[in-house]
C-alpha cells in the first residue's frame, strides 16, 4: 500500500505534518489532492482517471482544489514521481478543471494548489483576462474534455493590473492592458487609488478576476449553457502571494 507523503519545507510546519501524515497513513493509498472520496474514504493513487474526473461534481473539484492550496501554504506537499505520472498520463488526459491565470512567475496553478501532471488545464496570460483564443481552450477543456471547474485566478502585487493602473504603453502590451481597464473604472475604493497602493491594486484585480468570470459567461454561450445546466462551475480565486493562500470566492 502507497501512502501519501508529506514534505516539510520549514521546521516550524514539523509537528503539524506528522499529524497529517499520522492522519492519511491511518486510511489508505492516496497521491494527490483528487485522492479522497467524497466519502472520505483514501482510494485513489496516480493521476486523476476518467471514471474518477467523471465521477467528481464541480463543487468537490472545487473543494479538491482549496484542499491542495491548503497543504501547499502550509509546506505540505505530494511526493510526486513525476515519471510515472508523465507515462500515466502520455496515452490520454481527463482534467478536472481548467484554470485562467496570470503569466506571474510567482503564481504557478499546478505548484500552489499541490497538482500534477495532468489534473487540470493551464491557461496563463497577464492579468488573467479572457479573449476569444481563451475562450475557446475553456470550452474545449469543458465542452469536448470533460473538465467541470472554470476557475479565474488573480493574485496580489500583479504587474499587469498596475500596468493597466498607470496607462502603460508598450507594443502589444498597450492593447492588453486596454483588456484589464474596465476593472480599474469599475473599482470602488476609499483611499489612493494609485499603483503604489497595494491594497488598491489588489482591488482592482478582484475586481477584474470578477469582471473576466461575467466576460466568460458573456462571450461564450458553450460554457454558459454548461453552467446553467450544472455540468460546469465558473468561478474564482485570489492568490496572495505573500501567504501562500487562495481566496476562493466560491
Ligand atoms: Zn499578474
Given amino acids: 500500500?502507497?501512502?501519501?507523503?508529506?514534505?516539510?519545507?520549514?521546521?516550524?510546519?514539523?509537528?503539524?505534518?506528522?499529524?497529517?501524515?499520522l492522519k492519511l497513513?491511518?486510511?489508505?493509498?492516496i497521491t494527490g489532492i483528487f485522492a479522497a472520496s467524497p466519502s472520505g474514504n483514501l482510494v485513489y493513487a496516480g493521476p486523476l482517471g476518467k471514471e474518477k474526473r467523471d465521477k467528481m461534481t464541480p463543487d468537490e473539484i472545487l473543494a479538491?482544489?482549496?484542499?491542495?492550496?491548503?497543504?501547499?501554504?502550509?509546506?505540505?506537499?505530494?511526493?510526486?514521481?513525476?515519471?510515472?505520472?508523465?507515462?500515466?498520463?502520455?496515452?490520454?488526459?481527463?482534467?478536472?478543471?481548467?484554470?485562467?491565470?496570470?503569466?506571474?512567475?510567482?503564481?504557478?496553478?499546478?505548484?500552489i494548489m499541490d497538482l500534477g501532471i495532468g489534473d487540470i488545464f493551464n491557461a496563463r496570460v497577464a492579468g488573467n483576462i479572457a479573449n476569444d483564443d481563451i475562450l475557446g481552450s475553456m470550452e474545449f477543456a469543458c465542452k469536448i474534455s470533460g473538465a467541470k471547474v472554470v476557475l479565474v485566478m488573480g493574485h496580489t502585487a500583479c504587474g499587469a493590473i498596475k500596468g493597466a493602473i498607470d496607462n502603460v504603453?508598450?507594443?502589444?502590451?498597450?492593447?492588453?492592458?486596454?483588456?484589464?481597464?474596465?476593472?480599474?473604472?469599475?473599482?470602488?475604493?476609499?483611499?489612493?487609488?494609485?499603483?503604489?497602493?497595494?491594497?488598491?491594486?489588489?482591488?482592482?484585480?478582484?475586481?477584474?478576476?470578477?469582471?473576466?468570470?461575467?466576460?466568460?459567461?458573456?462571450?461564450?454561450?458553450?460554457?454558459?449553457?454548461?453552467?446553467?445546466?450544472?455540468?460546469?462551475?465558473?468561478?474564482?480565486?485570489m492568490y496572495n502571494l505573500e501567504t501562500g493562500t487562495m481566496n476562493f470566492f466560491a
Avoid: W
Avoid at 497513513?25 to 493509498?29: R, V
Avoid at 498520463?89 to 510567482?106: E, H, M, N, W, Y
Fill in 64 to 111: 479538491a482544489l482549496k484542499r491542495g492550496n491548503k497543504d501547499f501554504s502550509k509546506g505540505l506537499r505530494t511526493s510526486r514521481n513525476y515519471i510515472n505520472e508523465q507515462k500515466a498520463t502520455a496515452k490520454g488526459q481527463f482534467p478536472a478543471a481548467v484554470v485562467l491565470s496570470c503569466i506571474d512567475s510567482r503564481a504557478p496553478a499546478e505548484v
Fill in 169 to 237: 504603453e508598450l507594443g502589444n502590451l498597450t492593447g492588453l492592458l486596454a483588456k484589464i481597464k474596465p476593472a480599474v473604472k469599475a473599482t470602488t475604493f476609499k483611499g489612493e487609488a494609485s499603483a503604489k497602493n497595494s491594497a488598491y491594486v489588489d482591488a482592482v484585480a478582484q475586481k477584474n478576476v470578477e469582471l473576466t468570470i461575467a466576460d466568460i459567461r458573456k462571450q461564450s454561450t458553450v460554457l454558459a449553457e454548461l453552467e446553467s445546466k450544472g455540468a460546469i462551475k465558473i468561478s474564482g480565486a
Fill in 25 to 29: 497513513t491511518s486510511g489508505a493509498a
Fill in 1 to 21: 500500500m502507497k501512502a501519501k507523503t508529506v514534505e516539510v519545507e520549514s521546521g516550524e510546519c514539523r509537528d503539524s505534518s506528522r499529524r497529517t501524515f
